[in-house]
């Protein structure tokens, strides 16, 4: 299977790497060359600056890690070529040209996977199995709470010119940080209704919002999703509450605790030792590989990744018009 990697910046070479680890050493790079990380491990590797003449070697799946905002460039094209396609989220910055990938996907007839790595996690899978079994009686509400200091994430480069940092290529905390709408969505089901505020952090010198409070309503349940670019140290917590019990989990130590008002006892869930957060890659990678050959299905689907963008607009639609925005 030849592989096109799109985009050499820390999850480009996060996916290039674990490629590898998998055994598929067949792998194309199209690059800007603006990336500012070693890329002496490329040497051997075919390396591409323009997207037709990547196009040309016939990739089998391409992973779209360039930034958000160009990630339609890429894929319409591959898509129409027969290409399956595994985009890092979110699918784009915009629904604007949605309906132009699903009718070249139409057209090649290749597979779509959604990457929103934090489905793979097992604390939260632990999470969701106790909902599901009903530990915590009927669900009321469920927060998350993800707060990091976004100068830090590449010490290498400037943070302010980083596609997180930059709106134009669909920077800002609600679109890079958007796992926790999407994992709350995947354990309650369809959101209903959002309103949001969010701001600029002077502080940050970057043009995109870096702090976000949003409120979700779901069928029966009241979620809340607070995102910022500047707690130190940084916190991922979640915590749901229900009639009987509450669940909490910390992307920290990636322990899920259960508390169950029946039995007044707490359950504890640890991952295994050897879990670490490249994990969490890995198995989403294999997922793609193994829905491409067709013996599994998708954690997160293209519709997925769809839902979770028609989300974050209707978030920022809601401060704008200063009201709640209720989805369809």
Known sequence: MRFLITGFGSIGRRHFRNLITLGYKDIIL???????????????????????????????????????????DVAIPAALLGCHLFFEKPISDSMDRIPELQDALKIGGGKVMTGFQYRFHPGLNQVKTWI???????????RAHWGEYQPGWHPWEDHRKSYSARKDLGGGVILTLCHPIDYLRWMFGEIHSVWSAYNSIDHLQIDS??????????????????????????KHVVEIIGDSGTITWDNKDGVARCY????????????????????????????????????????????DGIKIQEIVLAIYQSQIEKRRIDLE
């Not at 491990?41 to 160009?70: G, M, Q």
């Not at 979700?216 to 140290?233: A, C, K, S, T, W």
């Not at 008002?261 to 994990?279: C, G, I, K, L, M």
């Open 209 to 234: 919002e870096g702090i976000a409070d949003i409120s979700l309503l779901f069928e029966n349940v009241i979620g809340h999703v607070h995102l910022d670019y500047i707690q130190r140290p940084g």
């Open 30 to 72: 199209l690059r800007s060359n603006k990336s500012t990380l070693d890329t002496s491990e490329l040497k051997e590797f075919v390396v591409e600056t323009s997207l037709d003449a990547a196009l040309e070697h016939k990739p089998d799946a391409v992973i779209i890690s360039n930034p958000t905002a160009l990630h339609l």
């Open 260 to 303: 169950s008002a029946e039995y007044d006892v707490w359950h504890e869930f640890t991952p295994s030792s050897d879990f670490e957060r490249n994990t969490l890659f890995i198995d989403e990678m294999k997922n793609f590989i193994e829905f491409i050959k067709g013996n599994e299905t998708p954690m997160c689907t293209l519709e």
């Open 132 to 142: 599901e079994d009903g530990l915590i009686g009927n669900v009321i509400s469920a």
